[in-house]
């Protein structure tokens, strides 16, 4: 055991005891929580619980250096640390286990992740930022093992950021990048590629970022020797630490359950990171697990009894009391009642936990039984009813669903009944459902007035004299002003910086911004994502490019997991605006010419996917977005750059909505709804249509989430009375999505008067070459015939079979 650190002269012995005592309570409040909580959950009070326990002692030295303004991103063991810096009560640990829907009661996500899961409010409640510069900030956990490490490197470099670029308004942010991001990961769950992927990240880039290692040896059941080579994660790291000639990592490694020599390594970990913008990582050997995983099973199946009376007596409590005692700290007696008040604190807090979350659900059942009992008293089938009432009435820790299926099943029984009782039950339900089902629901968006669906559109305008140029000069300029006028954004990607983007849209930005704000960065799609989360989080506005659709793939884990439900997690309280550039669609072979968006609209619900047909379109979009708070994804079309358009005269002004669809061709005998490349060769399709009679409507959807906010394309099939959509991703795909919107939500069936139709491309990933992509891909003769077929149908005298 390492030796009591001396305590430094301008604080008293008595300061030092003061502190150590305090964070011995600290550690054992969070253990008895843990030990508490897992019963709440073996006696069916709560679901599932994944604790912090045998992981406490190294987070007191954290807490000590965890200063004003940095933020953590960490996982489910972390509950000691945010006890530590004042953002978790005892009640409010008890309420995230139950599940209690407030945002008060459970300030980590109102109910919405299990326990476990932390976050802090980055938000007021109009969505606009708090002072983060002064405040302890956790970004909200998700569950995905090591999903958490992509977003701590755009944390992290927000910092750099903020210390190195000038003319951004730091104020509610930053203090000259003093401020570091703190990661936590499992030892098992190193051995994902995330992790790995950011350690390299972060160390080309250099950021303040400390991520500390929690290594008990297990994942579960499974040993450190099926998880990582040498079972030694820091060992193996060790190619990053830095040395004379070289920049790297900090390396440290520590016992878990020494805690001075814990304090000492967390205040240089502080040190180097806070000062010099040096990653460190910090590899946590030796800690326990003391009840287990989780509440889904016992760890006595799969540890043997050396391991489990290791753990015992290694236990990282255990041996700070041994400590405490043996330098005259505490005496054991002292220890002990202290102990002894801390599990009366923890069953009280529990138990107000529970009534809290409890009572309004009472409350609600009581009114819907005394409903449903009135009207059982004048129904015919009052005996079935009132089983219904007795058996909710046994229920004695009832949910909401309790409530709403008693009172739907009554209703049942009621049908061809009419009274007065009957209506007041169903208004009350009706009115119970509307107000409870947004604690569960609401937040997928913004519901700030920056919501982009408020952005107003803002036509492109044209001089008289305008030229067509190539299109990607309408990219270009268009962003350079927006760099001139918002000094938060950048951007940053594979090829990004020094040639300006493979297609040239970036030429010349990285010379006139500098290579912070234009920057080239490796090929790592997931933590290009992270990175822009991260930076999004603490106020930039980060524009991720991710090179082609096609490898979107890598980081849409990311999307899907972590900013698509960064608001909805966290009921509103935390916000990553982050706007991600690819371009994709219609180009040749298997994997360039991706336009995968059925998969991708799916995942990403809580992000707005953009895909617009030209670049101005294109332009006008990131235009709309840096006035919003929202994240979301734009396609430009990467056949587009060198086609030509009019340069407008308001570059960086004109903004697309979002959600509005375009009609480019009127036509009265179908209508034609697409997106993307694929709508130019609708168009060619409709030219030549003209020929043969057939006048076709065109509609551009341009935004597929969210889509045809207006009801503009049913308008369009009540007057043409047909429909078909046509798009390059796969059968089913989102042409069924856009199908399905504009049939059911749209009511479009009332309309129709042939068979709606749908033309993909084929199941397969497109074929190599010109060839491979006709006999892949809907092409003009595919999208002419088909119209035609549909009006052969109809009408097989003027339309005779063509082939
Ligand atoms: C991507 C992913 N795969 C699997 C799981 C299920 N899972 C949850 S925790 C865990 C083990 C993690 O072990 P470790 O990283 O060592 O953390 P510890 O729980 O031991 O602290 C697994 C496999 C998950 N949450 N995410
Ligand atoms: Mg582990």
């Known amino acids: 055991m390492t030796t009591m650190t001396k305590p430094s002269s301008d604080i008293t012995f008595q300061d030092f005891k003061d502190e150590i005592l305090n964070d011995y309570k600290t550690a054992l409040t969070s ?107 956790s970004s909200a956990d998700i569950s995905p093992t090591a999903g958490q490490m992509p977003r701590l490197l755009g944390l992290a470099q927000a910092s750099k950021i903020y210390r190195n670029v000038k003319g951004i308004d730091t104020t509610k942010f930053s203090v000259e990048g003093n401020e570091i991001a703190w990661g936590t990961i499992g030892n098992a769950s190193t051995s994902e590629g995330l992790f790995f992927e950011t350690i390299n990240a972060a160390g080309v880039l250099q950021v303040p970022m400390v991520i500390s290692v929690w290594d008990d040896e297990y994942g579960i059941s499974v040993h450190a020797r099926h998880q990582t080579t040498k079972e030694n994660i820091s060992e193996i790291l060790k190619g990053f630490q830095r040395d004379k000639n070289n920049k790297g990592y900090e390396i440290l490694k520590v016992k878990g359950w020494d805690y001075t020599a814990l304090v000492e390594t967390y205040q240089k970990a502080e040190r180097i990171a806070r000062e010099e913008h040096v990653p460190v990582l910090i590899h946590v050997i030796e800690l326990t697990q003391p009840q287990g995983h989780s509440t889904s099973g016992s760890h006595e199946r799969y540890k043997n009894k050396e391991r489990l009376d290791w753990e015992k007596e290694y236990d990282c409590i255990s041996q700070m009391k041994l400590w405490m005692i043996a330098n005259n700290i505490a005496t054991e007696e002292e220890l002990d009642v202290i102990h002894k008040n801390i599990k ?8 107000a936990a529970w009534n809290a979350f409890l009572q309004p659900i009472l409350d609600e059942k009581a009114q819907g039984v ?86 107003k559109e803002v036509k492109p305008t044209y001089n008289k004299d305008t030229e067509l140029v190539d299109a990607r000069l309408i990219i270009r300029d268009n962003f350079d002003s927006i760099f001139n006028n918002y000094p938060e954004t950048l951007i940053f990607g594979e090829d990004s910086g020094n040639i300006g983007d493979v297609n040239q849209g970036l030429e010349g930005l990285q010379d006139k911004y500098g290579e912070l704000r234009v920057a080239d960065v490796g090929i790592r799609e997931a933590t290009i994502l992270g990175q822009g989360i991260g930076m999004a989080m603490r106020g930039l506005r980060p524009i991720a490019e991710i090179q082609y659709l096609d490898y ?33 669609h219609r180009l040749e ?34 235009n709309t977005l840096l006035e919003s708070d929202e994240p979301a994804l734009i396609i430009e079309c990467l056949n587009g750059y060198r086609l030509k358009e009019k340069m407008p005269s308001n570059i960086g002004e004109f903004k697309t909505p979002i959600g509005v669809v375009e009609t480019v061709k009127e036509g009265s005998d179908i209508t034609l709804v697409s997106y993307g490349s694929t709508l130019r060769i609708v168009e060619q399709a409709a030219k030549e249509l003209i020929e043969v009679g057939i006048n076709a409507e065109v509609i551009d959807v341009q935004s597929l989430l969210p889509f045809d906010l207006n009801h503009d394309i049913v308008k369009s099939v009540a007057k043409t009375n047909r429909l078909m959509v046509i798009d390059e991703d796969v059968p089913g795909g989102a042409s069924a999505y856009i199908l399905n919107e504009i049939v059911n939500t749209q009511n479009g069936f009332e309309h129709l008067d042939s ?14 070459g010109t060839d491979g992509d006709y006999f892949s891909k809907p092409s003009s003769e595919d999208i002419f015939e088909a119209v035609y077929e549909v009006m052969h149908e109809v009408n097989p005298e003027d339309f005779p079979k063509l082939r």
């Open 31 to 137: 253990r008895e929580c843990s030990l508490l909580g897992r019963r709440e959950v073996l006696t069916g009070k709560a679901k599932f619980g994944i604790f912090g326990d045998g992981k406490e002692v190294p987070q007191l030295a954290w807490a000590k250096v965890f200063k004003n303004g940095d933020f953590r991103s960490g996982y489910y063991r972390d509950q000691t640390l945010m006890m530590s810096i004042g953002k978790l009560s005892i009640q409010q640990f008890f309420a995230g286990l139950y599940g209690h829907t407030s945002i008060e009661a459970d300030p980590m996500s109102a109910g919405r992740q299990m326990g476990g899961h932390f976050g802090t409010h980055s938000l007021y409640e109009d969505g606009d930022w708090k002072n983060l510069t002064k405040q302890k900030n």
């Open 344 to 351: 009366k604190d923890v069953r009280i807090g529990k138990k």
């Open 552 to 584: 979107i793939l890598y980081a849409l884990q990311i999307m899907s997991d972590d900013l698509a439900t960064l608001q909805y997690r966290t009921k509103g309280k935390q916000k990553a605006p982050l706007i991600i550039r690819t371009r994709g």
């Open 755 to 768: 068979q709606p139709k749908t033309l993909s491309a084929k199941p397969h990933r497109p074929a190599y």
């Open 589 to 622: 072979g298997i994997w360039h010419s991706g336009s995968q968006l059925g998969g991708i609209i799916n995942l990403v619900r809580g992000i707005h996917v953009l895909v617009p047909r030209n670049m101005t379109k294109a332009a006008g979009f990131y």
């Open 370 to 455: 005394s409903l449903i009992a009135a009207a059982a008293q004048k129904s015919a089938n009052r005996v079935f009813i009132t089983k219904i009432i007795n058996d909710i009435s046994d229920i004695q820790e009832p949910g909401r669903k309790d409530v709403v299926v008693a009172c739907r099943k009554a209703l049942r029984y009621l049908i061809g009944e009419d009274f007065s009782e009957k209506t007041a039950l169903q208004n009350w339900l009706n009115a119970y459902i509307k107000e409870v089902q947004p604690k569960y629901s609401s937040h997928l968006h913004s519901t700030s007035k920056w919501s982009a669906l408020n952005v």
